[in-house]
Nanobody, 126 residues
Framework: QVQLVESGGGLVQAGGSLRLSCAAS????????MGWFRQAPGKEREFVGA????????YYADLVKGRFTISRDNAKNTVYLRMNSLKPEDTAVYYC???????????????????WGQGTQVTVSS
């Protein structure tokens, strides 16, 4: 079965940067879209960014557009989220997820995803 493991979270000052990684194992990685979501205390899990199977198309939530960059290396079965200019409101647990084949949901919607990692904590101090 598919397993996803996030890493790279931690504590950073506002304006700083972090790079999150999501390593996949199990089933074939390269044929599926990948997404990043985050969840802050007391809030719903929200979309951050996504990348299609080939890496040729990326999608971002408006709140992170221009600051975050998603990429993937299919040979390494890994997807990355580079976060720049971090703000305190970016504080959350960040989750990676693997999409299923197209099922009617967009990659910005939770319904596209079947497999989820355990999450990694990102804390941004002011």
């Amino acid at each position: 079965q598919v397993q996803l493991v996030e890493s790279g979270g931690g504590l950073v000052q506002a304006g700083g940067s972090l790079r999150l990684s999501c390593a996949a194992s199990g089933r074939t990685f390269s044929g599926y879209g990948m997404g990043w979501f985050r969840q802050a205390p007391g809030k719903e899990r929200e979309f951050v960014g996504a990348i299609n199977w080939s890496g040729g198309n990326t999608y971002y939530a408006d709140l992170v557009k221009g600051r975050f960059t998603i990429s993937r290396d299919n040979a390494k079965n890994t997807v990355y989220l580079r976060m720049n200019s971090l703000k305190p409101e970016d504080t959350a647990v960040y989750y990676c997820a693997r999409a299923d084949y197209y099922n009617g949901y967009g990659l910005n919607e939770r319904g596209s995803y079947h497999y989820w990692g355990q999450g990694t904590q990102v804390t941004v101090s002011s």
